[in-house]
Structure formats: structure tokens, C-alpha cells
């Protein structure tokens, strides 16, 4: 039998913080663990999803591929996302990816389908209100560290300015 997934699991998970555990519980009912090898493609590019993903155990890279280059590799790791960090979270805007994630090392996430998510956040206004905060300031973390990520790349790219 699989491990359930458990409030104080979930209050590791930057998206729930600020719930109660009552919230958290209602949350739990709707993940599952699921594991992954190292090296292992656990989200593509413009591939639409509806799963959102939190690391429970392990390390994901975030790549991009970097398009019209005749030289060395086309695909490079911007960022890299540990235990509490969130992927997918695009499907609860109803969006698609925008990079690959493949395992640094054997992964475990919890998983939890965005539709699922979205119906629990429309019939309890606390919760969505939290959720959406919360994901306003992981998308916007997670843009800051893009953006200084890229600028490094372009520099090493490049050998300097």
C-alpha cells in the first residue's frame, strides 16, 4: 500500500503556508507521492499539464533549451529546485510549461492534479485566496532567480560582456 500523504507533510510546501490544518487535510486527501530516478524527465516544455508537483525528497533542474546555437550544448540548467519547491504550477493557471525539469538525483514528489486543486480553492474561498497569494510569490521568486540565472548564462555564453 502506497504512504498517504499527510498534513505535516504539506506544511513543508511554501504554496499551503498560512492554512490551517483543517485546510491541510482537505489538501492531503488529494495527493499522492510519486518517485522518480535520477536523470529521470519529469516535465516538458509547452507540454500541457494538469499535475502540479512538490519535492518531498531530492533535486530537480530546470532547463531551457536555447534555440539557433551551431556550438556546444543547446540546453542548459538555469535553476535547480529542492524539497518544499513547487513545479507545474502552471497548470493552475491553465498554462503550459515553460522548461523542462529532469532529476538531479533520485526524486520523490507529491503530486496533485490542478483541477482537484481549483475545485477545493472556488468552494473554500480561504484557501484559494492562500493558494493564489502564495503562488503570486513563487512565480514571482521564481522569475527573480530566472532572470539573474540567465544573465549568468549569457555571460559564461559569451565570455563576458
Known amino acids: 500500500m502506497a504512504a498517504q500523504v499527510t498534513r505535516d507533510v504539506l506544511k513543508k510546501v511554501s504554496l499551503f503556508r498560512g492554512l490551517s490544518e483543517e485546510e491541510l487535510d482537505q489538501i492531503a486527501k488529494l495527493c499522492s507521492f510519486r518517485g522518480y530516478e535520477g536523470g529521470a524527465l519529469c516535465q516538458f516544455e509547452g507540454q500541457m499539464a494538469d499535475q502540479i508537483h512538490f519535492i518531498h525528497k531530492g533535486k530537480v533542474g530546470v532547463e531551457f533549451h536555447i534555440p539557433n546555437i551551431a556550438y556546444g550544448c543547446k540546453d542548459i540548467v538555469l535553476d535547480t ?20 525539469l529532469r532529476t538531479i538525483e ?4 507529491i503530486h496533485i492534479s490542478a483541477p ?13 485566496y492562500v493558494v493564489m497569494k502564495n503562488l503570486a510569490t ?19 555564453i ?3 560582456w
Open 81 to 100: 529546485l529542492g524539497i518544499g519547491d513547487i513545479f507545474g504550477w502552471s497548470a493552475l493557471l491553465k498554462g503550459t510549461p515553460w522548461a523542462t
Open 138 to 156: 513563487i512565480i514571482t521568486s521564481r522569475l527573480r532567480r530566472n532572470r539573474v540565472a540567465t544573465l549568468n548564462a549569457i555571460v559564461a
Open 158 to 160: 559569451r565570455g563576458g
Open 106 to 109: 533520485p526524486t520523490e514528489v
Open 116 to 128: 482537484d486543486l481549483l475545485g477545493l480553492c472556488n468552494s473554500n474561498n480561504h484557501i484559494g
